[in-house]
């Protein structure tokens, strides 16, 4: 299994990124994905949630802001980040969880770096 993130970079504030995630390799029934993030000195919290029926929920401080969204047929996760902030600063990860009929399994990418500033 791979995932694959790309999209991060230097952007000023009020910018626009789109971070992408493409998988390969998941045979089981992905469940869920996700887009984690890890700013400096600080707790990896989780940014966006997308289910495999389409619903999506985002922490407080991206609602608005941040869009997760996914393209089945190339097996792609996006978050499209929008009027970036100088918070948002961090090490972006995707997750996806699969689920067999025994048990659930959870993948990481490597992480993608997102910096804000001026």
């Known amino acids: 299994v791979q995932l694959q993130a790309s999209g991060g970079g230097l952007v000023q504030p009020g910018g626009s990124l789109r971070l992408s995630c493409a998988a390969s390799?998941?045979?089981?029934?992905?469940?869920?994905l996700a887009w984690y993030r890890q700013g400096p000195g600080k707790e990896r919290e989780l940014v966006a949630t997308?289910?495999?029926?389409?619903?999506?929920n985002y922490v407080d401080s991206a609602k608005g802001r941040f869009t997760i969204s996914r393209d089945n047929a190339k097996n792609t996760l996006y978050l499209q980040m929008n009027s970036l902030r100088a918070e948002d600063t961090a090490v972006y990860y995707c997750?996806?969880?699969?689920?067999?009929?025994?048990?659930?399994?959870?993948?990481w990418g490597q992480g993608t770096q997102v910096t804000v500033s001026s």
């Open positions: 997308i289910t495999s029926g389409g619903t999506t």
């Open positions: 390799g998941i045979t089981f029934k992905i469940t869920a």
């Open positions: 997750n996806v969880k699969a689920a067999s009929v025994l048990r659930t399994y959870t993948y």
